[in-house]
C-alpha cells in the first residue's frame, strides 16, 4: 500500500536472498507469516486470542491498526510451526493498511461471522483482494467465527463450504468461545505447510 | 471523578489511577510507579499553581476580565435554553446523560462556583467553560486556531484526498510564512531552539519569526505585549513537557485545542437534533444522516471502547454514542474511524461532554487532517516519513529490521493511528497527548515514536526473527512506565525534527501514496507489491532518463529509499497500460538487456553484502548474546535475592521458633528437676521420719533398760537403806565404832540424798518422755 511503494520493494528484494519471509528455518522448524482479515467484530482477536493464551473475553478492545501475536505449536511428525500472527483491524478504511500486513504472509486467515451475511460478503472481498494482490502461493483459510450461535447463524455451512471450494481454501468453522475448532483450525494450516526440502 | 477512580484503584488493584485496566503482567511494575507518580504529580502541581498565579495576576491588570465575565453569563444564560432544549429532544436519555461530567465538575471547586444555579437545580451540563484562571493559556492558545479555522474557510473543504493547505503554500510565497506561524506560534521557542541545528528549517523559520509579530498583533496582543506572551510560552511548554496536573488536565486541554473558540454555540445540539430526527423519519440512508454503516461500526465498537472501565457505564456510553454521532455528521469527510472511540472515550473521562466533542473535533479536523478519513492518506505518509527518519537516526536497528524482514511501519502504523493509546501505559500515554496537544501539530507523535526507539532500540537489535522482534518492541512499549524518561527524550534528544522538516518530507513522500490509492480505486492491474522485472522494466520504458539515473543508484551501494519519481511511473503504469500501443520490441530487448546487466550486477553485489552481513551478524549476535545474558543474569540475580531475602525470613522464623522450642523444653526441664526435687524430699522426709522411728523405738527401749536399772537401783537402794538402817541400829552401842562409824554414817547420809534425787529426776524424765 502506501508504504508499499518505496519500501517493501527493498523488504522483499532482500527477502530473497538472506531471510525468506514466508517460511523459514530448518524443515523441522517452520516459521509462518499469518494474517487474519475480516470485517468488523466477527472475532479476529478473540480467535488469535484463543488460540496463543486459552483466553476469551467477551468484551475485547476495537484493534487499531494492527496488532500482533506469535504462538508455537508441535506436530506429531515432531516437527514445530511457529505462527507469527497479524490481527488485522476490521473497518472498512483500514484495508487501506491491510497490504502492509498480508504483503509476504504465507498465510491468511479469512473470518466471517456465521451470524452476518454483511461479513460473508465482506470475507468474499477478501478473498478477492488476497488472489489479486497476496503471494501466489498463499495459502488461504475461511473461517466461519462464532458457531456456538446456531440459532441466530445466517450463514449455511454449505454456502461457506461451497465458496471455499470454489476458491481453493480450506474451510472450517470455529467458536472463540467455546474454543470450537480454533486448534484445529491451526494444525490444518501448518498441515498444508509447504515444507522446505530437506537438503 | 479523580476521587471515584482512586477509590476504585484502591478497591480493584488491577486498574489504574486513572479507572483503566492493567495488564496483569504489569501490575508490579505499576505499583512501582504509582509512587512515582504521585510524586511528580504533587510537584507539578505546585509549580502549575505557581505559574497560573503568576499569570493570572499579570492579565487582571488587562481589562479581560470584564470580557471574560460577559461572555461567561452568555454561555451560561444559553446553556440553560439548550438543556432545556435537549430535554425536549431526546427525553429521559439526556437526564441521566452525563453523570460522569457532573462528577468532573464537582471535582473541580471552580466550576462549582461558576455555576451555582445549575448545581442547585441538579441539572447535568453537557458544556462547561474551563476555570477562568486558564483563560490565559487559551487566548494564548486561541490565536492559532483562529488562524487554522480562517484558512480552513478559504480553502474549499471539497478535496480530502489533496490535504490543500501545504499544496498552496509552497506555491504561494506569502503564504508559507503564514502556514509556519501557527507552529511558530505555539511552539516559537521550540524551533527556534532547534534552529541551530536544523539548516534546513532555519530558513522557514526566520520567515516565520519575522511574520509573526506583525500579525499576531492583529490577533491576540491587543492586550497583553508580545513578550510577556513569548514568555509565557516558554515556561508553559517546560510545564507541560513535565507533564499536567491530573485536576486541570481536561481543561488545559480544552485551553489548547481552542476549544473556546472552536465552539460554535448550540451547534452540537442542532447536530444531535438533525441525527435523532433523522433515524427517528427514516430507518434507511438519508444523506442528511449519518451513514447506516457508519452507525453500526460505531454501535459494534462502543462496548470495545475501554470495556469494563467504570465511567463507561451506560450513561458514559451514550455520551460516546452521541459524541461519535455528531462527529460524524460533523465531518463526513471523516466520519468515523476505529481509534477515534478511544479518543472520544477518553476526553469523556476529562471533560464534560460538548466540550469532548469540540476537542475531539479540534484534535481530527486540525491535529490530524486526513488522518482518519476513508483513505488514510495522511496516515499513510506520516508511515513513510516516519521510516525516512528512522534511517536517518537508526539505520543500524533499521538494517537489522531490514534484515529481519520487519517493516518499520507494522508497529509504528497502529502506534501514530491510536496516538498510542493502549501501546502504552496510561501515564505515558497522557503525558505524550499533553505535549501533542500543547504543540498543536504531529511533531510529538514522530519525536515520542522515535524516542521508543531510542530506549528500545538496543534490545530490538538482539532479536532474531521478524516475531521476536515485533513482540519484543510490544511488550516493552506496553511497560514504559516512565513517563518523564519517555516525553523528555523524546522532546530534548530529536529537536531537529520539527513541522517544517515533517512538512517538507510529506510533501515529497505524499505523491507515492497518492498514486497507490489512485491505483487502488482504479482496480485496473494486478499490482504486486514485489514487483516483478517485467513491471519494473515497463516503468523504466517510460522513463528515459531513469535508468542511467538508477544505474547511478546501484552503484552508490546503499539503497535509498525510492524516487518518488519511480514511484509516479509505477503507479501510473495501471492506467497507461491499457490503453497504450505495445512498445517497440527493440527498444524493449535493449531495456532488457541493460537491465539484465543492472540486476545481475545487483544481484552479485547483494550476494557480496549478504556475506558481509551473515558475519556481521554472527558477531552482533554473540554480542547480542552476551548482552541478553547479562540482562538475563540481572534478573536472575534479582530472583535469587528475593529469594535470598524469603530465605532469610524463613531462617528467622525458623530461629524463633526453635528459641521458642528450647524455652519450653528448659521450662520442661525445671518443672522436672523441681519434680524430682519434690520427689527426693519426700523420700528424704520419709526418712527422716523412718530415722526419727527408730531413734524413738532405741530411746524407747534404751528408756525402758534405765527405768528396769532405776527399778533395780531403787531396789538395791531400798536394800542398802534397809540394810544400813539396820546398821544404825546395832552400831549404836559401842562408841568406839561409833566415831569412825559416825564418819562413814555420814558420808552414807550424803550419798542418800543425791540417790534420791536422781530417783526423782529420772521419774520426772520418764513422764516427760512419752510426750516427746
Known amino acids: ?199 | 471523578m479523580a476521587e471515584r477512580s482512586i477509590m476504585l484503584h484502591i478497591l480493584e488493584p488491577r486498574r489504574d489511577a486513572y479507572g483503566f485496566a492493567l495488564r496483569p503482567q504489569h501490575t508490579h511494575r505499576y505499583r512501582e510507579y504509582a509512587n512515582i507518580y504521585k510524586e511528580e504529580e504533587e510537584e507539578r502541581c505546585y509549580k502549575w499553581k505557581n505559574f497560573l498565579d503568576q499569570v493570572a495576576t499579570s492579565f487582571q491588570v488587562c481589562p479581560l476580565e470584564e470580557a471574560n465575565t460577559n461572555i461567561l453569563q452568555a454561555e451560561t444564560s444559553e446553556h440553560k435554553e439548550e438543556i432545556r432544549s435537549r430535554r425536549s429532544s431526546t427525553g429521559d436519555d439526556s437526564t441521566g446523560s452525563n453523570s460522569e461530567s457532573v462528577d468532573t465538575t464537582d471535582s473541580s471547586p471552580t466550576k462549582l462556583l461558576e455555576y451555582p444555579i445549575e448545581i442547585q437545580k441538579r441539572v447535568v451540563e453537557t458544556w462547561c467553560q474551563i476555570r477562568p484562571s486558564l483563560n490565559a493559556i487559551e487566548i494564548m492558545m486561541s490565536s492559532r486556531v483562529k488562524k487554522k479555522i480562517m484558512k480552513d474557510e478559504k480553502t474549499i473543504n471539497g478535496g480530502d484526498h489533496l490535504p490543500p493547505l501545504e499544496e498552496a503554500e509552497t506555491l504561494d510565497g506569502t503564504s508559507v510564512a503564514n502556514s509556519e506561524e501557527d507552529e511558530a506560534c505555539i511552539s516559537g521557542s521550540l524551533t527556534r531552539s532547534t534552529s541551530a541545528t536544523g539548516a534546513e528549517s532555519r530558513m522557514g523559520e526566520c520567515m516565520s519569526n519575522s511574520v509573526k509579530p506583525s500579525k499576531r498583533d492583529g490577533v491576540v496582543a491587543e492586550r497583553v505585549s508580545h513578550d510577556q506572551l513569548f514568555t509565557w510560552q516558554e515556561e508553559l511548554e517546560c510545564l507541560v513537557r513535565g507533564g499536567l496536573p491530573k485536576d486541570l488536565r481536561g481543561e488545559v486541554w480544552q485551553a489548547f485545542v481552542g476549544v473556546k473558540t472552536r465552539r460554535i454555540e448550540k451547534y452540537y445540539q442542532d447536530l444531535l437534533d438533525q441525527e435523532t430526527n433523522c433515524s427517528a423519519d427514516n430507518e434507511n440512508n438519508i444523506p442528511s444522516g449519518v451513514p447506516i454503516k457508519l452507525k453500526k461500526q460505531i454501535e459494534k465498537d462502543i462496548p470495545r471502547t475501554f470495556p469494563g472501565h467504570p465511567a463507561l457505564d451506560e450513561n458514559g456510553r451514550d455520551s460516546l454514542r452521541r459524541l461519535l454521532l455528531a462527529y460524524a455528521l460533523h465531518n463526513p469527510s471523516v466520519g468515523y474511524c476505529q481509534a477515534m472511540n478511544f479518543f472520544a472515550g477518553l476526553l469523556l473521562l476529562l471533560m464534560p461532554e460538548e466540550n469532548a466533542f469540540w476537542t475531539l473535533v479540534g484534535i481530527i479536523d486540525d491535529y490530524f487532517d486526513g488522518y482518519y478519513t476513508e483513505e488514510m492518506i495522511e496516515s499513510q505518509v506520516d508511515q513513510l516519513v516516519f521510516e525516512e527518519l528512522m534511517r536517518e537516526r537508526f539505520p543500524k536497528l533499521v538494517k537489522h529490521l531490514d534484515y529481519l524482514g520487519v517493516q518499520v511501519a507494522w508497529f509504528s502504523g497502529p502506534w501514530f493511528l491510536s496516538i498510542f493509546v493502549n501501546m502504552l501505559p496510561w501515564e505515558s500515554v497522557l503525558r505524550v497527548w499533553d505535549v501533542l496537544l500543547f504543540e498543536g501539530n504531529r511533531v510529538m507523535l514522530f519525536r515520542t515514536a522515535l524516542a521508543l526507539m531510542e530506549l528500545y532500540g538496543p534490545a530490538l537489535v538482539t532479536t532474531k526473527d521478524a516475531g521476536d522482534a515485533i513482540t519484543l518492541l510490544q511488550s516493552l512499549a506496553g511497560s514504559t512506565f516512565d513517563s518523564s524518561q519517555l516525553v523528555l527524550t523524546a522532546c530534548m534528544g530529536f529537536l531537529t525534527v520539527t513541522e517544517v522538516r515533517l512538512v517538507e518530507l510529506r510533501e515529497k513522500l505524499r505523491p507515492s501514496v497518492l498514486a497507490v490509492i489512485e491505483e487502488r480505486t482504479k482496480k485496473g492491474r494486478v499490482w504486486k507489491d514485489s514487483k516483478g522485472l517485467a513491471s519494473k522494466l515497463y516503468s523504466f520504458k517510460h522513463d528515459p532518463g531513469s535508468p542511467a539515473e538508477k544505474k547511478k543508484k546501484a552503484a552508490g551501494a546503499d539503497a535509498g529509499p525510492c524516487t518518488p519519481n519511480l514511484d509516479d511511473f509505477l503507479s501510473g503504469l495501471a492506467g497507461d497500460s491499457e490503453t497504450e500501443s505495445l512498445p517497440d520490441l527493440q527498444e524493449q530487448v535493449v531495456w532488457l538487456k541493460v537491465e539484465l546487466c543492472r540486476l545481475l550486477e545487483e544481484k552479485r553485489s547483494a550476494v557480496l553484502r549478504a556475506e558481509e552481513l551473515e558475519t556481521a551478524l554472527m558477531e552482533m549476535v554473540t554480542q547480542d548474546n552476551r548482552r541478553l545474558l547479562s540482562a538475563r543474569v540481572e534478573q536472575l540475580e534479582i530472583e535469587v535475592a528475593e529469594l535470598k531475602k524469603t530465605l532469610a525470613e524463613k531462617k528467622e522464623q525458623e530461629v524463633a521458633m526453635l528459641q521458642l522450642l528450647m524455652r519450653v523444653e528448659q521450662e520442661q526441664r525445671v518443672t522436672e528437676e523441681a519434680r524430682i526435687n519434690a520427689e527426693q524430699d519426700v523420700a528424704a522426709q520419709k526418712y527422716a521420719v523412718h530415722m526419727l522411728q527408730d531413734k524413738y523405738e532405741k530411746a524407747m527401749a534404751s528408756l525402758a533398760e534405765m527405768e528396769k536399772r532405776v527399778v533395780m537401783a531403787e531396789s538395791m537402794l531400798e536394800a542398802t537403806l534397809q540394810y544400813e538402817s539396820g546398821q544404825v541400829k546395832a552400831t549404836s552401842s559401842p562408841r568406839s565404832r561409833n566415831q569412825g562409824s559416825a564418819q562413814e554414817n555420814q558420808r552414807k547420809i550424803s550419798l542418800l540424798p543425791f540417790a534420791l534425787g536422781w530417783r526423782d529426776r529420772n521419774k520426772g524424765k520418764s513422764t516427760e518422755e512419752p510426750s516427746e
Open chain 1, 1 to 199: 500500500m502506501g508504504c508499499s511503494s518505496s519500501v517493501p520493494d527493498r523488504a522483499s528484494g532482500r527477502s530473497g536472498g538472506l531471510n525468506p519471509e514466508n517460511s523459514a528455518a530448518d524443515s523441522k522448524n517452520l516459521r509462518v507469516k499469518l494474517v487474519l482479515l475480516g470485517d468488523s467484530g466477527v472475532g479476529k482477536s478473540c480467535i488469535v486470542l484463543r488460540f496463543v493464551r486459552g483466553q476469551f473475553d467477551p468484551t475485547s478492545k476495537v484493534t487499531v491498526g494492527a496488532s500482533f501475536l506469535s504462538q508455537t505449536i508441535a506436530l506429531q511428525d515432531s516437527t514445530t510451526v511457529k505462527f507469527e500472527i497479524w490481527d488485522t483491524a476490521g473497518q472498512e478504511r483500514y484495508a487501506a493498511l491491510a497490504p502492509l500486513y498480508y504483503r509476504g504472509a504465507a498465510v491468511a486467515v479469512i473470518v466471517y461471522d456465521i451470524t452476518s451475511s454483511d461479513s460473508f460478503a465482506k470475507a468474499q472481498y477478501w478473498v478477492k483482494e488476497l488472489q489479486k494482490h497476496g503471494s501466489p502461493d498463499i495459502i488461504l483459510a475461511l473461517v466461519g467465527n462464532k458457531a456456538d450461535l446456531q440459532e441466530k447463524r445466517k450463514v449455511t455451512v454449505q454456502d461457506g463450504t461451497e465458496y471455499a471450494e470454489k476458491n481453493g481454501m480450506f474451510f472450517i468453522e470455529t467458536s472463540a468461545k467455546t474454543a470450537d475448532n480454533i486448534n484445529e483450525l491451526f494444525e490444518e494450516i501448518a498441515k498444508r505447510l509447504p515444507r522446505p526440502t530437506s537438503s
